[in-house]
């Protein structure tokens, strides 16, 4: 069965650096996503990505954020100048259609610990 | 917006032991997944199920759209079913960001 794959599994990195989370969606999906989990809360949206554009963000996903899709494989989210506040869970998911009832596949996270 | 609430919110079972979690959401949904958690913070996807029965091994799940309810069955409870338990929907416009319920943790004990 198709996955959706995420490095790194953790990231350690000190306030004030740049992080990049990579995600590999299934390979003919073309709408993708970015999902945040604070320690034991709930998984929150952070940002829809479709046509090389963003589509939809959250509150959340402020001037700090940025997606991208570099090449036709990977889709990123980097985070400019971290916080303490940005540990966390980064889950990806991605889709391959919009129609009701599609699927929408996530892949195991990405653990952020900012020091 | 719309509302995905779970129960049990925690949940305590002996190994061999059975149980049935519960989703509730506030509107109509055209697509509804469950999730497990494990204990390193992983998500596992368990069943997409925006209605009907689904069976996998141990584990089944139901929806009843038009109840908008749904419900996951774990049988013979093992240690490695321990961690969060997520249902999950749609939106049913725009990009269909999917929101999470609130989780149940489950400790299955020896």
């Known amino acids: 069965e198709p996955e959706v794959t995420q490095t790194p599994s953790h990231q350690v990195t000190q306030m004030g650096q740049e992080v990049i989370l990579r995600c590999v969606p299934i390979?003919?999906?073309?709408?993708f996503y970015w999902y945040r989990q604070i320690l034991g809360q709930k998984v929150e949206f952070l940002v829809s990505f479709y046509n090389n554009e963003i589509s939809e963000k959250s509150e959340i996903f402020d001037d700090q954020f940025s997606v991208e899709r570099p090449d036709g494989s990977n889709f990123t989210l980097k985070i400019r100048s971290t916080k303490l506040e940005d540990s966390a869970m980064y889950f990806c998911?991605?889709?391959?259609?919009?129609?009701?009832?599609?699927?929408?596949?996530f892949g195991p996270g990405t653990r952020l610990t900012v020091t | 917006g719309i509302q995905v609430e779970q129960s049990p919110p925690d949940l305590i079972l002996q190994e061999g032991a059975n149980s049935t979690l519960r989703c509730n959401f506030s509107d109509s949904v055209n697509n509804l997944q469950w999730f497990h958690q494990n204990p390193w913070g992983q998500l596992i996807n368990l069943f997409y199920i925006p209605s009907g029965t689904k069976q996998n091994g141990r584990l089944s799940a139901t929806t009843v759209a038009t109840e908008r309810y749904s419900l996951l069955y774990i049988s013979s409870s093992q240690t490695t079913d321990s961690g969060v338990y997520f249902c999950?929907?749609?939106?049913?416009?725009?990009?269909?960001?999917?929101?999470f319920g609130t989780g149940t943790k489950l400790q299955v004990i020896p």
């Open positions: 998911a991605s889709r391959g259609a919009l129609r009701a009832g599609s699927e929408q596949y």
């Open positions: 999950a929907r749609s939106a049913s416009g725009g990009y269909q960001k999917v929101t």
């Open positions: 390979s003919n999906h073309l709408y």
